[in-house]
């Protein structure tokens, strides 16, 4: 009777991967291999794992082995490349290989319908041999004529696919200068040169936000009518994340679009990785498995040798770094591919010398006046969602704290709730001070929907349209509400950081910023970086076709800071001078990309439980090359009623860091502790 052991990775927290025996039967014939679903015992459950290993031998002594019950056998196994790309991801991360290699696969998989898995396999066999024998990639010659080119981009076309085997791009190009125009030409020649030898090719493309996936989508599937495109996102059903991670793990799917899980998404035949606005923070992680989309897609062109395109008009300073250092080839497209729309004009508003008391001043609101007179679109960008931050007392000093975070409760007030930010507590919004009785509170600053409700009186003809979290809460009503806006129905569109990115709007020819200021002196020193992102990115919503008028589109911001020099290089659409000055203050400071860091972050009912963890972890090992910070309270540091801390390494060398962290996580795990704690690998929010 053949015997084998399976070395399996189980999702659990425990750091380890675990043995079963397998035996073979009459009624089980099918041998099992590497990358393949089995069904174990585990504790007094029966779970689904990954098969890691088949050996004819184990190290556990026989008498404590159990048996797999079952092996699944209804999809191809997951390739050794895709299991080598987890466990990288796990090492790199300090997770168990089973954390990551197994939640990304689709439900129906893990817990093996077969039913399912059959039906949506057929689907997906349907569909592609309606298209067997027509090349995927001649279609963008036959169908939807593609756009020329210019010069910039061809060469950046030229260069993405020239480059044999693994390369980084950085293609750096200002909104509006076709960057997408070149991923899809890349893409269309990577599938041809494919063809031509005979070979299959799959193409990644990540972008940043759920919101941004339906637009590209749209346009990826008039390019290339015949191919199958695949989309992965948080928010599809579980039938249709089966459909589509199974088109892209059996190789159907020629193109697959997704957000940052994509990256770990199963794909034989891998040729290209795009990732579109590559500097942008929802490439990270934030809980679980903190991994970066960005980097791991960096690895996985590496590990398969082929090229990576990372796109942006504002790179992380990051990959600024890596391209001046020559480990990115840096890409340039500096004009915008539509000859007639060119940069808008970056206007600042001195708010020393213009009263506002209702968030917009007079120079704001007499552009608004003007576009509302000539039909244009105007954007107001404020990213603070809610009425107003806090609400107090004049009589007593009472102020809307949150009883269980040391945040304030917002005040909501289409809704009538004061909300906490945080932790998601809601509260009605009191009619009297708590403290003293006194009726007459009063908000203070101001939110999204507060500028709204001062718009609607001042242009009471108006129409406008909010966008932010709390306007888009149901499926699919972003789209709508982004819709209405391409359709012209809207004159004034209102919103936060989710109106910067990636839509174009056609009529729009001023864009106004709020109250950028409050970013600008941040305790997070990533905080300057984000907002020349995101201000740069809203200018960039302003004109494309503001030329046709023959007017120059506008950006306006207001500040009380004309002379900062983040507002002068934005004004000078200076990003490779604010990028150098940052490299140059990182330097100084010691800071991120030319050092590395890990932080241990730990949350306990009180603050000593959680900072005396971090003091012992900190004790737990000598360091000679690793700098370990004192422990800190976090800045918000009560949370959903637990208080939080954490613990700051620093290395100036990547591979000492991990020698050092591997052993510590070892031995912090065997830890007795009340916090509970996790640790983020290069860290973005500290
Ligand atoms: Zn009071
Ligand atoms: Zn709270």
Redesign the pocket.
């Known amino acids: 009777m053949l015997k084998k052991f399976l070395t399996v990775a189980i999702d659990t927290p425990l750091d380890t991967v675990f043995d079963y025996r397998w035996t073979q039967t009459a009624t089980a014939s099918l041998i099992p291999q590497v990358g393949q679903f089995v069904r174990v015992p585990f504790g007094r459950r029966e779970i689904t794992g990954l098969v890691l290993k088949v050996q004819d031998s184990s190290e556990v002594d026989d008498d404590k082995l159990r048996d797999v019950i079952e092996l699944r056998h209804h999809i191809t196994p997951l390739s050794s490349q895709w299991i080598a790309l987890c466990q990288f991801a796990a090492e790199y991360y300090q997770r168990p290989i089973g954390e990551v290699a197994l939640p990304g696969v689709p439900k129906h998989v893990r817990e093996a319908k077969p039913a399912s898995i059959e039906r949506a396999l057929k689907k997906i066999r349907t569909k592609s041999s309606d298209t067997d024998g027509v090349p995927v990639s001649a279609d963008v010659d036959n169908s939807i004529q593609a756009p020329a080119l210019n010069d910039e981009q061809r060469a950046a076309v030229a260069a993405i696919t020239g480059s044999a085997g693994f390369a980084s791009h950085l293609l750096f190009g200002v909104t509006g200068s076709g960057k997408t125009e070149v991923y899809l030409h890349a893409a269309h020649a990577v599938l041809q040169q494919a063809q031509v030898m005979g070979e299959r090719a799959q193409i990644l493309l990540l972008v940043p936000e759920i919101n941004l996936t339906p637009q590209l989508e749209h346009h990826v599937r008039a390019r290339f009518p015949r191919a199958t495109v695949a989309t992965l996102h948080s928010q599809l059903s579980e039938g249709e994340r089966l459909r589509h991670w199974l088109s892209a793990h059996e190789g159907h799917a020629e193109i697959v679009l997704g957000t940052r899980l994509a990256v770990l998404a199963s794909l034989p035949h891998l040729k290209l990785i795009v990732i579109d606005e590559e500097h942008d923070p929802s490439y990270k992680q934030q809980e679980g498995l903190r991994y970066s989309a960005r980097d791991l897609g960096v690895w996985r062109a590496r590990q398969l040798n082929i090229p990576v395109v990372l796109g942006s008009a504002t790179p992380s300073v990051e990959s600024w770094y890596h391209a001046s250092s020559g480990r990115y080839r840096r890409l340039d497209l500096t004009q915008r591919a539509i000859a007639q729309a060119s940069l808008p004009r970056i206007g600042l508003i001195d708010m020393e010398r213009h009263k506002a008391p209702d968030g917009l001043s007079p120079p704001l609101m007499d552009a608004l006046r003007e576009r509302l007179a000539q039909g244009e679109q105007s954007l107001l960008f404020l990213n603070r969602r809610g009425y107003a931050p806090v609400i107090?007392?004049?009589?007593?000093?009472?102020i809307s704290h949150c009883r269980r975070c040391t945040a304030f409760m917002v005040l909501h007030k289409p809704e009538r709730r004061l909300r906490c930010h945080h932790c998601s507590l809601e509260l009605r919004i009191p009619t009297?001070?708590?403290?003293?009785?006194?009726v007459d509170?009063q908000p203070l600053g101001r939110g999204t929907q507060r500028v709204e409700e001062y718009l609607h009186t001042l242009f009471p003809t108006a129409r406008l349209l909010r966008i932010d979290a709390d306007s888009t809460r149901r499926k699919g009503s972003a789209q709508q509400a982004f819709e209405a806006v391409h359709r012209g129905e809207v004159d004034i569109l209102l919103g936060t950081q989710m109106v910067a990115k990636g839509h174009d709007f056609q009529r729009l020819t001023l864009v106004g910023a709020i109250n950028p200021d409050t970013a600008l002196f941040s305790p997070d020193y990533r905080a300057g970086e984000r907002l020349f992102a995101q201000l740069m990115q809203v200018a960039g919503r302003a004109g494309r076709a503001a030329m046709a008028n023959g007017r120059q589109s506008e950006v306006l911001l207001q500040t009380r800071y004309p002379q900062h020099p983040l507002y002068r290089a934005l004004q000078a659409h200076d990003y490779t001078g604010f990028a150098t000055a940052t490299l140059e203050e990182r330097q100084t400071a010691g800071l991120p990309p030319f050092i590395f860091q890990a932080l241990l972050r730990a949350e306990a009912k009180t603050l000593d439980t959680a900072l005396s963890f971090l003091q012992s972890a900190r004790d737990l090992m000598p360091h000679q090359d690793i700098r370990i910070n004192e422990p800190v309270p976090m800045t918000i540091t009560r949370v959903a009623g637990m208080e939080r801390a954490q613990l700051l390494l620093e290395s100036p060398s990547r591979t000492q860091l991990h020698a050092f962290l591997k052993p510590w996580m070892q031995t912090l795990r065997a830890t007795k502790t009340r916090a509970r704690w996790s640790l983020e690998v290069d860290p973005i929010d500290i």
């Open positions: 107090h007392c004049d009589a007593c000093g009472w009297s001070c708590p403290t003293c009785g006194n509170l």
